[in-house]
């Protein structure tokens, strides 16, 4: 999933609450069984369009952490050659001074 739709999925996802919220007060105003209105057309495709839409939203967290994870682990790599190298020099320095 693409990281930059975040924004428009989140708005897809608020989108899809207001009406549903909304679809479900006018049902209850008109005094509409709850059973027939868990069987609303209108309020299950609602009610799916919300379910994509934290699926998505899990995905996109998902391929974030990952991702931060990632550059953590690169950081942490460069940082032990880094280190590894400068051990390298400290040692080559640190002999010919033992050998006078």
Do not use: C, F, H, W
Not at 18 to 42: F, N
Not at 48 to 60: P, T
């Amino acid at each position: 999933m693409n990281l930059r739709a975040r924004v428009y999925v989140e708005k897809q996802k608020k989108d899809a609450e207001d009406k549903l919220a909304g679809r479900l007060a006018m049902l209850k105003e008109k005094g509409i069984s709850p059973e027939k209105i868990q069987k609303d057309a209108t309020v299950r495709r609602l009610k799916a369009e919300l379910r994509q839409a934290k699926k998505r939203l899990a995905s996109i967290s998902a391929q974030e952490k990952l991702n931060q994870e990632r550059i953590v682990a690169k950081e942490q790599k460069i940082a032990a050659k880094k280190a590894e190298r400068e051990a390298a020099l400290k040692g080559t320095a640190e002999e010919p001074a033992e050998k006078k």
